[in-house]
């Protein structure tokens, strides 16, 4: 990968001692000194530390402790050189409820033994919110910082001593009204009751509850007040535990809660958007302005920018120069889908047709006509916005100009009043200057004695019938353009012939899977309406024809091969649906082996598990690109497949990769039944290649995606779809100009599902700014994480993970000092403030940090990881949004009489309640989560059986039972799954039993089980980073 996109640069031109040097402390990330403290448990009192819906608590373990090792070795105040390999092995951690054992303190040095180093004067003792930005301010217990009133009218609240735990009175969420926070407390009261030295680890330690236990239900409180303990059970830091004040290194723990109410929160932030511009329609008529939230609906109209489904950037304001945008270490990127689905009620997008004279275009530049170019000298002449090269205008297109300059014929060109359009393309475009042929689908299906005996061979089959009366056609047309083919295979490739004059089909066996050929030419690739009855026959008896078939070996490359070849024989671009179950072992070009290796995770080797095994599958997907041969895999497995190296062509051709774990066809049939018919039938381009231009000043240097690239500028893709996005990022090379902006224009060359030619335009013009603030404002989070998270994903197959965790806090921390050093109001060291669009950027940093991907967990799979890594590297802003920070909604709460999503909750344990009956999805699986003493009247409803004990937790989709809240219920399950590209799997938690620890790793507030900070630890480390950063 380029280096130059994940580097984590000081943000300050002078040298500071301390940047760049210091680790990231990320709970247990890094060095275990920081282990927070031993479970503890407080019960909240006071106005807004009531207990939290459904008897819980708010839970905050305690901060990072001191920041103590340089990274590189670099030991700047004189400590041995420590070295930590990320999370501790898992054998070597406490299991999640076991209490401590003493074997668990031998693997890591006790902090209390090293010196310690008073590094941070202050620490946090409580969060409030504070306008400077209208950010969030942490105060810490340093220098009081001004007293002032809080909104206009409320009384400001007294300050709580500081044993009091959880009376913390917190003002409301910032908003521009807001004057500077509470006053933090006077350094007098720093320690007012110290820490006990450490008590015998039993005495501090309280076994968590059962899973799902809700705090308040007999919890009793602890002897030592050391900060109170998530629920649930939990892996404790391995490590000692320092003792009373005079040994503590850095900052006092944390004598009082944070409050979870009082920290910023993702789903206030999406609902104030809604509130705010839900259901309006937003006009991309001026430059750089920011578009709502990819959570709010409301109508968008294209007035000369594209909308925002089609382009979403990290920044609508980008620095004017390169220092400036290495000070702030915002990446500059854009999130681009071309072939977004466009909502009913909004205008699709016109065709342009010049005919033989083909698209205008710059001739320096070779941007095309846009709203960007700018008419002169009486409409004979324009200036190209990009490059600012004067052309003339083709006398085709002569017009003359109205009284302010703008050509008479504005508003009846598309390319010149809108900002995305498509262009009918010449035969310069295409590809031997002569018209391509219609697209072909080939059903490519794995008869292996596994597939057979379970039924898939026969469902598969089924369904095809179904699917070919559903293929894509152009909207004018009465059939569909596209031709289908079928394959069968094992160890040796099965062709068929469904000519439409055939009683019978035809097969040819090809058993020489080394130099794969394609034994048939006519009648191979087929018009279904033609030869439908052919197809039909050849349905119904594939699964016969194989029933007594042992062959359990596999072969896969050839496969793809023979695929490839046939669309190339026909001279056409194209899409393979594979239908495949296991580790392809049979002798053959792409033979695998099982290399899944549990003694690789938390070492620098790790990244080879993302790696595929062989070069074959790269020079593989290089060849289908150039063919224009999309490849699109459903795979079965029931045990490793190497997910690494099988889903590489899928990947680098555009298509998608579905995995259906252990398939069972009961219960999981549905699921990939979705999943193919959304597949066959969506909005999809083929053989496309993408050119990203820009005004002077800054230009694309690095592509993330479903993407092939032979050189820097051209993206090459065998075929491009509505779900699919391309992450961009951008580089200055000169400076930007205030006046002039920054302008994008995006050109993908693709031909269509009837065969046709054209080039489809997305133009955005953003503003540049010489002010950091105005950077800091234009922001959008949603966008910044799905940078971060292709960028890291891509990094996961050369760099250790440890690495890649450490430059993502660092990169946070600096972003956020930046914005406090040049943007914020003077205030306290000790106080975290937040520019007003990034509020809830660590908490999603945070998730993105405990992906699996990154943070290994036992009970995930080597494949697992790497089919979760290649699902968003080309997910788009709304997928990745979802993805890492999941949905939860109450359903206990539902109005059946309405027809609006409940408003969601913080996806945090202690938002549960055991009353409740709640919903989480994340875009690739669902939940229903009931809890105990759930209503029966609703058990009824939804599940039509007497009682909680009753119900089924194996159904995988609800049964229809006729009353308001059933109806409902499932109504809101599909609007979520609509706008999905992938179906979700339902799965029922019961509270308190066995399959609730996989539910519980979605609640990604909480600290995971295996490793990975809580929220509130998180931002305590951030905080911490920052003013290191700062000092």
Known sequence: MSQQGYVATPPYSQSQPGIGLSPPHYGHYGDPSHAGSPPGMMKPAGPLGAAAPGGMSPQVPSPPGPHQFGQNGAHPQGHPPQRFPGPPPVNSAAPSYAPYSPSTQSSYPSPASTASVTQLASQLNAMHINSYGSGMALPGQGLPGPPAPLFQGLPRPPQPSIMQPGSQVLPP????????????????????????????????????????????????????????????????????????????????????????????????????????????????????????????????QDQGNASPRYIRCTTYCFPCTSDMAKQAQIPLAAVIKPFATIPSNETPLYLVNHGENGPVRC???????????????????????????????????????????????????????????????????????????????????????????NGLVKLICEELKTVLEKLP????????????????????????????????????????????????????????????????????????????????????????????????????????????????????????????????????????????????????????????????????????????SLGLVPQLTGGTLYKYNNFQMHMDSQQFLNDLRNDIEKKIGFDAIMRIRTSTGFRATDFFGGIFMNNTTDVEMAAIDCDKAVTVEFKHDDKLAEDSGALIQCAVLYTTIGGQRRLRIHNLSLNCSSQLADLYKSCETDALINFFAKSAFKAVLHQPLKVIREILVNQTAHMLACYRKNCASPSAASQLILPDSMKVLPVYMNCLLKNCVLLSRPEISTDERAYQRQLVMTMGVADSQLFFYPQLLPIHTLDVKSTALPTAIRCSESRL???????????????????????????????????????????????????????????????IQQKRPYSMKLTIVKQREQPEMVFRQFLVEDKGLYGGSSYVDFLCCVHKEICQLLN
């Not at 009918?424 to 697209?439: E, G, H, I, S, W």
């Open 473 to 644: 056609k152009e909207e004018q047309e009465e059939t569909s353009a596209i031709r289908v083919g079928f394959i069968t295979y094992n160890k040796v490739l099965h062709f068929f012939n469904v000519k439409s004059n055939l009683a019978q089909p035809q097969m040819m066996v090809v058993t020489d899977v080394g130099e794969v050929f394609v034994p048939l030419l006519d009648g191979f690739l087929v018009n279904y309406q033609e030869s439908q009855s052919v197809i039909h026959n050849l349905l119904d008896q594939i699964p016969e024809m194989f029933a007594d078939s042992n062959e359990n070996e596999t072969v896969f490359a050839p496969v793809i091969q023979a695929g490839m070849e046939a669309l190339k024989a026909a001279d056409c671009p194209g899409k393979l649906f594979i239908f495949h179950s296991s580790l392809p072992t049979a002798e053959a070009p792409g033979k695998l082996k099982n290399r899944d290796d549990k003694k690789l995770i938390n070492t620098d080797k790790e990244k080879v598990l993302f790696q595929p095994q062989t070069n074959v599958y790269d020079s593989l997907a290089k060849d289908c690109v150039a063919h224009g041969c999309c490849v699109t895999l459903f795979l079965f497995p029931s045990q490793y497949v190497d997910v690494a």
């Open 173 to 300: 969420p910032p908003t521009a009204l807001n004057g500077p926070g509470v006053s933090p407390l006077p350094s007098s009261t720093h320690r007012q009751d110290g820490l006990p030295g450490p008590a015998p680890l039993n005495a501090q330690y309280q076994p968590p509850p059962i899973p799902g236990q809700t705090l308040g239900t007999g919890y009793s409180p602890q002897q030592a007040s050391y900060g109170p303990q998530m629920a649930g059970g939990q892996l404790s830091y391995p490590g000692g535990f320092p003792g009373g004040p005079a040994q503590m290194a850095g900052p006092p723990q944390l004598q009082k809660k944070l409050d979870p109410d009082s920290i910023p929160s993702p789903i206030q932030v999406i609902e104030n958007d809604r509130a705010t511009r839900g259901g309006q329609v937003y006009a991309t008529n001026s430059r750089g302005q920011v578009p709502p939230l990819v959570t709010t609906d409301c109508v968008i």
């Open 913 to 975: 309640s055991e009353e409740g009956i709640f919903l989480l999805a994340n875009g690739l699986n669902m939940f229903l989560w009931l809890g105990v003493s759930s209503p029966p009247e609703l058990i009824q409803g939804i599940f039509n059986v007497p009682s909680f004990a009753h119900i089924n937790t194996d159904m995988t989709t609800l049964p229809e039972v006729g009353n308001p809240y059933s109806q409902t219920l499932r109504m809101i399950m599909s609007i």
């Open 363 to 453: 001739n320096r530049c070779k941007a095309y006509m846009c709203p960007f170019m700018q008419f002169i000298e009486g409409g004979r002449r324009y200036q190209c916005g990009f490059c600012n090269c004067v052309n003339d205008v083709p006398p085709f297109y002569f017009q003359h100009l109205d009284h302010i300059g703008r050509r008479l014929d504005h508003y009846e060109k598309p390319e010149l009043s809108l900002g995305s359009y498509e262009y009918v393309a010449t035969l310069d475009y295409c590809r031997k200057n002569k018209p391509p042929n219609p697209p072909a689908f080939i059903f490519m299906i794995d008869v292996s004695y596994s597939n057979i005996k």
